[in-house]
């Protein structure tokens, strides 16, 4: 939020006398949200179209595009998600393009009359085309996330899974959460005080945008220059010189020493000093670090440097936690007591679920001490989030959802009753026929999805109760806690055995939420833009059926034509598609789903202590909170976000040291220096570089893959970061006999 006035000063200093003029002078009216009333404009022209040839032509095709690349980019090693802003940016001039180009000429259907060209490209269209494509950008979380099941299906598991169910699959669980959603609109969104943090940022950007820019360097020429820039040397990172992606010197000083290399990978170990050259390394996991708020880049940077080089040197050298050094010291991968990676499919049985006696002669499943940890830590923050919004946030929360239910409404909700409100029954229908489509796919397709009916209708009743306390805590606090590993837990613990089951019940009752919760915070921007419900609703279902489309479309399409495809150990070692992201996925299904937390978190695990961090996480904000309240002049310990530092490392793994390093450093620089000492610069450019730089990524990437068909050039500096030895055990007496290189 620290970024927003900034945007829009001038941009409220310059409308301040219209807005006065139109609307009535009552404080009553205006939005009781500070930061509201400072970025959002108390104006509307109900008259701006909104149906027009460019933004359904735009908006289509850059959420089929956006779909394409962030699921092509889902199956490599750094996974990039191209975000809604790159859109926002490029949009602009392809509309303003249109609009000077496209004929004007009225055409007559019946007694329905349109133009190609109404006018003037204008805000209202803009909003629309980025609502489609953040359907395409999955809400800024890449491809859906059921596209994960069908890959660990297809490509871990090597079994089969049918293309109808894997459709289905991806539809139901995006589209399931927009009917509850739709009903708890005028809760968390028509009142002027849930008022959604994350809104503003957009709004402030197309307010920006759609300023006159008479500037020489303008933002359409800026954003072109830096795409070309981005487009001709990524070729270098991502084709001719590959190792400049993960520079781990200190590897390459000691090209024989164990500990060396778990110092020095930027891949596999603590990453000291390791560095890139690779925007798509920067960006991956984390999004944009030009587009993060400094604050958040700091307490980032605090919980990664104490989880990274505080506790896992001490867990690693230190006490040798759970026989650490049996194992690779940064690993996401499943190990047997051998220091082996765990052979999966060995205990696997022909009905896709758990073969106890193969189980039972294999061994317990062992885990990496990092990975061990991030559970932990996992836990605990989950858990801790809930507790801290409460004791910090309770009170606000609780007095701003009283007045959402007091009548009181302001300026933009008036504003907003101009236009046709979107029929309750709508959502009703929307409901019914996807839940109604999901219990069909798991009756008549069982056998390739594992959930029973019940389950589906479990997952969807926590989604659905969940949905309303956690949307109140995103719209007031802009956290989300998450229900993933709520689920698979309990799952887990109802049906172990059967992984497919397990994903699926987290989908449906993790994703089906967020989805909801996405939908909303989306409703809300249209609420602030003035954009007719209607039109929102319409884009909003259509996009996302097209986006979830086109993912598993692209996802079935790499599936089978790329060699060895998420075979980290058949690839070469310049490979992109190690599908880091899926990986992670498949290691949970094995967790949660096939063995079962009893077995690995439970009384027949190694890691039942684990289970502490949930009592951490409970007291953890309670101890913060008794400090804060016996020493209010000391105003640093309120700035303690325990929710925050234990979420730093959330994304590790499959996220490595080298992607937070590079991260933490531009983030810096761009939201810190640049933005105290080019205020200028940044409040112009900052965005529209980051969009540039993830869309000049995207095209090279997707251009070197069909020019090259798939295939690299082979030398040492396409050879890997060349740290061989950073997964090598270093518990005396262990002989894996192999390089190491997991």
């Known amino acids: 939020m620290a970024t927003i006035p900034l945007e829009t000063e001038l941009v409220v200093a310059k409308h301040a006398s219209k807005e006065v003029i139109d609307i009535d002078d009552e404080d009553d009216e205006l939005s009781p949200i500070e930061e509201v009333r400072l970025t959002v404009s108390n104006e509307d022209d109900p008259t701006l179209p909104v149906w027009t040839f460019r933004m359904w032509s735009i908006g289509l095709f850059s959420c089929a595009l956006l779909s394409f690349l962030n699921t092509f980019f889902s199956y490599r090693t750094e996974p990039l998600v191209i975000s809604v802003i790159s859109v926002q940016v490029a949009s602009l001039p392809l509309g303003k393009f249109m609009a000077r180009t496209l004929p004007t000429r009225k055409f007559r259907i ?48 090597v079994r089969k899974i049918s293309f109808l169910a894997s459709w289905i699959l991806v539809i139901t669980t995006q589209v399931l959460g927009y009917g509850w959603a739709g009903i708890l609109r005028k809760y968390v969104v028509d009142p002027a005080t849930m008022w959604w943090p994350s809104s503003l940022v957009q709004v402030s950007l197309f307010r920006a945008l759609h300023e006159k820019d008479n500037n020489r360097m303008s933002r359409g020429k800026f954003f072109l220059i830096a795409l070309v820039c981005s487009f001709s040397w990524y070729v270098v990172p991502d084709y001719l010189f590959t190792t400049i992606s993960t520079i781990s010197w200190v590897c390459w000083l000691y090209p024989k020493s164990i500990t060396a ?58 006490f040798n936690l759970y026989n650490a050094k049996n194992f690779a010291i940064f690993s996401k991968n499943l190990f047997d007591d051998h220091g082996e990676i765990y052979n999966v499919t060995a205990i696997v049985n022909d009905k896709f679920e758990i073969d106890m006696p193969a189980y039972k002669k294999q061994g317990h499943i062992n885990l990496s001490v990092f990975f061990s940890l991030t559970y932990g830590i996992g836990f605990a923050g989950v858990i801790s989030t809930i507790t801290h919004v409460a004791l910090f946030n309770g009170r606000e929360m609780y007095e701003k959802y009283k007045a959402a239910h007091t009548g009181k409404v ?109 939908f909303l915070s989306d409703f809300k921007l249209g609420h602030y833009m003035k954009i007719p419900p209607i039109s929102m609703f319409i884009v909003q279902c259509i996009g996302t059926v097209i986006a979830g489309t086109v993912n598993i479309g692209v996802a079935w399409w790499l599936l089978t034509t790329v060699e060895n495809i998420c075979q980290e150990s058949l690839l070469p070692p310049d490979s992109p598609w190690t599908c880091s992201n899926d990986a992670v996925f498949f290691d949970a299904s094995v967790i949660w789903g096939l063995v079962g937390p009893k077995r690995i978190f439970g009384s027949l695990g190694y890691y039942s202590a684990l289970n502490w961090f949930f009592l ?127």
């Open 261 to 318: 290399h778990q110092i020095g990978s930027g891949m596999r170990g603590l990453g000291i000093g390791s560095l890139t050259l690779d925007w798509s390394v920067i960006a991956s996991y984390l999004g944009s670090p030009l587009i993060s708020p400094f604050f958040a880049i700091v307490n980032i940077t605090v919980g990664y440097i104490l989880t990274m080089y505080v506790v896992l040197p001490t867990a690693y050298w230190g």
């Open 616 to 742: 951490f996480g409970a007291i953890g904000p309670l101890i913060v909170w008794l400090l804060h309240k016996a020493f209010p002049s000391q105003r640093w310990i309120a700035l303690i976000n325990l929710p925050v530092l234990l979420g730093a490392t959330a994304v590790m793994p499959p996220a490595s040291t080298v992607n937070f390093n590079c991260w933490i450093i531009v983030g810096v620089v761009f939201n810190y220096y640049v933005f105290r000492y080019r205020k200028t610069w940044w409040q112009r450019y900052n965005y529209v570089l980051s969009a540039a730089l993830d869309a000049g990524v995207a095209f090279m990437a997707v251009l070197v893959y069909f020019s090259m068909n798939g295939k690299g050039i082979s030398w040492w500096g396409t050879d890997g970061e060349h740290c061989d030895l950073a997964t090598c055990p270093t518990a005396e007496g262990l002989d894996l006999g192999h390089a190491c290189v997991w």
């Open 410 to 518: 302001d300026i933009h909700t008036r504003l907003m009753r101009n236009y046709r409100d979107i029929p309750t029954w709508w959502f009703h229908i929307l409901l019914l026929l996807s839940l109604a489509l999901s219990l069909a796919l798991c009756i008549f397709m069982k056998d390739e999805v594992q959930l029973p009916w019940w389950g589906l209708l479990f997952a969807a009743a926590i989604a659905s109760v969940f949905t309303l306390p956690i949307s109140v805590i995103t719209a007031t606090t802009n956290q989300s806690p998450g229900l993933n590993v709520i689920t698979e837990y309990i799952m887990g613990l109802i049906l172990p055995g059967k992984p497919i089951a397990n994903v699926c019940f987290k989908t449906y009752g993790y994703i089906s939420m967020a989805q909801a919760i996405s």
């Open 110 to 157: 019946g007694s329905k009359e349109f133009s190609l060209n109404p006018g003037e490209f204008n805000i209202k269209e803009h909003v629309l085309i980025s609502i489609f494509a953040n359907a395409g950008a999955g809400f800024g979380n890449g491809p859906a996330y059921a596209v994960g099941i069908v890959t660990i299906v297809k490509a871990f598991y």
